[in-house]
């Protein structure tokens, strides 16, 4: 049994991470979680997050995050760390939960690295798909769903949210260059990457995100779930 790996995507504020939670409950409300562990496909739902996934990632995760007063973080410096907390949580989790069946729901994978640090900062494109490559050793989401927001309606949410984060606090500009990768790479892979609608109320966007995992279910198992529940 081979596990399958869904990563939530988009901009900041974009919902990515309040839609992780809702697909988690909705998997076990819906009766998803006990068709598919009846059958054996799904050995457990588990969620993770990139940065940060891991023990290591926790640190790296505070030093990527955090503003310091005294010393800017280089941009290639930067996309090591995310490679760096990457591989870790790769090898360290990514590939054991898939090995003994797990369904994974996590919290940005390799395309924030393209949007951020490639059209975001201006690296290399084709640098930081080596690196990915290093980074994943091939490993690929099954299933990528594209939280698609306006960069700063996404910004306005952080913000009423409260403190924002080193990479938050970069200018607009940097932001909307993060949406238009974003936008190039959904274009570029249709097969992996679904566009969710997120300028939609919470609850709309989970039940788009629901008819996509539903498809993509029935696709993948070759089972329909009883449309009475969930
Ligand atoms: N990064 C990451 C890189 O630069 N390169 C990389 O390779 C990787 C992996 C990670 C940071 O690192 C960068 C990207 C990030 O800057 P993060 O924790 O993933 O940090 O950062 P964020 O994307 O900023 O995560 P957030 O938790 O801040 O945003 P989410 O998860 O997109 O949004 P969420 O769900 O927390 O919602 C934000 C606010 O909006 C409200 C929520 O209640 C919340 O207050 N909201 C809505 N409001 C209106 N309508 C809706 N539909 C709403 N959905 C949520």
């Not at 913000?159 to 790479?185: C, K, M, N, Y």
């Not at 097969?191 to 993948?220: G, H």
Request: hydrophobic residues 40%.
């Amino acid at each position: 049994m081979r596990g399958k790996l869904i990563v939530f995507e988009g901009v900041e504020g974009c919902g990515k991470t309040t839609q992780l939670k809702r697909s988690q409950q909705w998997f076990i409300d819906s009766g998803w979680q006990s068709v598919l562990q009846a059958k054996g496909y799904v050995s457990q739902l588990v969620t993770t997050r990139e940065p940060g996934g891991t023990e290591v990632g926790v640190k790296v995760r505070q030093l990527l995050l955090e503003q310091s007063t005294t010393e800017a973080i280089q941009s290639r410096a930067e996309l090591l760390l995310y490679a760096a907390d990457r591989a870790q949580h790769v090898d360290g989790y990514l590939i054991p939960q898939l090995h003994q069946g797990a369904m994974i729901l996590c919290d940005r994978y390799t395309d924030s690295t393209i949007a951020y640090q490639g059209y975001g900062r201006g690296i290399d494109l084709s640098l930081i798909a080596q690196l990915n490559d290093i980074a994943t050793g091939g490993l690929a989401s099954d299933l990528t769903l594209w939280l698609d927001l306006d960069a700063e309606i996404g910004l306005a949410r952080t913000r009423q949210r409260g403190t924002l984060d080193r990479i938050e606090q970069a200018d607009v500009s940097f932001h909307h260059r993060v949406q238009q990768g974003f936008t190039a790479l959904a274009q570029r892979y249709p097969q992996r990457i679904t566009r969710i609608d997120a300028a939609l109320p919470e609850a709309e966007v989970a039940a788009q995100i629901q008819t996509v995992l539903d498809q993509k279910f029935a696709e993948w198992y070759g089972v329909e779930r009883m449309k009475d529940k969930g």
